[in-house]
């Protein structure tokens, strides 16, 4: 932990690590922190910046992790709703940011990355230990029976609520915060700090559980049971971690069954989101509006509807379809991929598949069970979600993503060498004073 706060380098650099550490320290609080952050972090690189630091911003990797944006601005030409285009432009800029500067401070990043991903991860514990905290005296002060942590008013949304952030993406944050303390443990020599950061992983699976996420939860389980014994282990070894990870998703389990919230949350509204063949309904499901999305994505298949459109061509959809539920309180797609048919269509969506498909390959090239994560979740909540129109999906999807990338073993002879970043990063400032 003293290594997060002790670091031997220049002041310029100092203040450039405690601005990146503070910003990733801040993603699961309120989006207020992580923008001020990275505004003053934009600020300083601005003051300080030089040349040769302007060539990495235009390395292959960063411009994957844009590709995104750039489509957004490709699709603003045949929008037919400008004003609503201009303002994704401002919801999406964090995408087309965050990598330039990070690039930027790319020797810096791959210096004191474990150091960077350790302060993010703990950050997150404490949060979590925040809002159980919150729910404690909140039952402390009705004089409610300590069941009720498993209530419907403590669950989900409910719990992530005194940090403003949508459950699903809180939840995307703890599951790569309990990755990342994952990799510290059976990387830590120490017992103690082991003993510490078990401690910290217990919290955040605690808090996952409460923040009842399926997607997140789902791509836990993928890179548990799949990635984690390819990357990390072998044969004996492969068997005893499957064991463990069966018995810790068994008691999950016996867990979620006890409470009557936790299961209608994870099971029954899971059932309910997926089923088509209900007569009458009051709301509803995700493939009800997935389906009726489908028809109409149709009509413009190639280039889609243009950046701004997804709400009226959504409220469209909804009423002649006669999804009133929907239609009323102006829901989305609810999926990314669906998103990205109607606004830029084949070309958008191939775009965003080729980003993921990319980072996916050269995760399983360098086992690289982080990076193997963040795609995993990236996908799991698109399916679920519109991940790329809200804030902290954006943040996610462009902090973790750039940081990951510009740090990753090299895939082609155009990257730099990482052991001369990391002697350019020790002997030379980033930016001038």
Not at 113 to 133: D, E, M, P, T, Y
Not at 199 to 213: A, R, T
Not at 390 to 418: C, D, E, H, R, V
Request: charged share 15%; hydrophobic share 50%.
């Amino acid at each position: 932990m003293k290594n997060l706060w002790l670091i031997k380098d220049s002041v310029t650099n100092q203040i450039t690590y405690f601005h990146i550490l503070l910003f990733f320290a801040c993603l699961p609080l309120d989006r207020f922190f992580s923008e001020l952050i990275f505004g003053s972090l934009v600020i300083h690189t601005l003051i300080n910046i030089k040349k040769t630091d302007l060539k990495r911003v235009y390395e292959p990797r960063v411009l994957i992790v844009q590709a995104v944006f750039f489509v957004t601005l490709f699709s603003t030409i045949y929008t037919t709703n400008f004003k609503r285009a201009v303002d994704d432009w401002g919801m999406q800029a964090h995408i087309l940011f965050i990598p330039m500067v990070f690039a930027i401070h790319q020797p810096l990043i791959i210096k004191y990355k474990r150091q960077l991903l350790s302060g993010f991860a703990w950050s997150c514990v404490l949060v979590v230990i925040g809002l159980f905290g919150i729910v404690l005296a909140t039952i402390r002060h009705f004089h409610l029976p300590l069941s009720f942590v498993y209530s419907t008013s403590f669950i989900n949304h409910n719990f992530s609520k005194p940090v403003g952030i949508h459950a699903t993406f809180f939840s995307v944050l703890v599951v790569a915060a309990a990755v990342i303390l994952f990799q510290d443990i059976l990387a830590e020599k120490k017992k103690l700090i082991k003993l510490i950061a078990i401690m910290g992983m217990c919290i955040l699976f605690i808090g996952l559980i409460q923040l009842s996420s399926k997607s997140a939860i789902i791509s836990l389980i993928i890179v548990a049971y799949i990635f984690v014994p390819i990357y990390l282990f072998e044969g004996r070894k492969r068997l005893i971690l499957l064991g463990a990870s069966l018995a810790i998703t068994l008691l999950a389990a016996m867990l979620v069954l006890r409470y009557d919230s936790l299961k209608t949350r994870l099971f029954s509204d899971l059932e309910s989101d997926v089923d088509m063949s209900r007569i009458a309904v009051v709301t509803d499901s995700r493939l009800d509006r997935w389906k009726a999305t489908m028809h109409t994505v149709r009509a413009k298949p190639i280039i889609g509807f243009g950046t701004g459109t997804e709400k009226e061509v959504m409220e469209q959809t909804y009423f002649y379809n006669k999804l009133y539920h929907s239609f009323i309180h102006q829901l989305n797609a609810h999926n990314e991929f669906l998103s990205l048919l109607i606004k830029s269509g084949c070309i958008g969506l191939a775009v965003y598949i080729f980003t993921l498909g990319y980072s996916l390959v050269l995760s399983i090239r360098n086992k690289d069970l982080l990076l193997t994560t963040c795609v995993a979740l990236m996908i799991s909540t698109s399916i679920a979600e519109n991940t790329l129109d809200a804030n902290k999906g954006i943040f996610f999807y462009s902090a973790f993503f750039s940081l990951l990338l510009l740090t990753a073993k090299s895939a082609s002879k155009s990257q730099i060498n990482t052991k001369k970043i990391i002697t350019e990063a020790t002997l030379a400032p980033v930016s001038t004073c």
